[in-house]
């Protein structure tokens, strides 16, 4: 059974950092296309980082240079990094994966398998 669990959300500052991590289990991620993304209220659900089977990572515009995607193949586990938080990234973060095996993995892919979604709340 696949599942994706997420953890490390929370409350901080403008200015601060957290660490999103994702424990997945039921398939190898290492050889999938995974990802981050997050919905804050009235909004719509969008990509935010993205890293591919070869380690390749992608990034939306409003978070490159402030969050890093990565990935501990040994421990099944997704990261992502946050710093230099702002207020306007106060959102419901979800881990997702797309289970079948693709090349191409852009930030917002079409992903087969969601967590349950870790709330980031960043106050100014």
């Known amino acids: 059974q696949v599942q994706l669990v997420e953890s490390g959300g929370g409350s901080v500052q403008a200015g601060g950092s957290l660490r999103l991590s994702c424990a997945a289990s039921g398939f190898n991620p290492g050889g999938r296309c995974m990802g981050w993304f997050r919905q804050a209220p009235t909004k719509e659900r969008e990509g935010v980082a993205a890293?591919?089977?070869?380690?390749?990572?992608k990034y939306a515009d409003s978070v490159k240079g402030r969050f890093t995607i990565s990935r501990d193949n040994a421990k099944n586990t997704l990261y992502l990094q946050m710093s230099d938080l702002k207020p306007a990234d106060t959102a419901m973060y979800y881990c997702a994966a797309r289970l079948e095996l693709t090349v191409d993995c852009p930030v917002g892919f079409r992903a087969t398998s969601w967590g349950q979604g870790t709330q980031v709340t960043v106050s100014s």
């Open positions: 890293i591919s089977y070869l380690g390749f990572t």
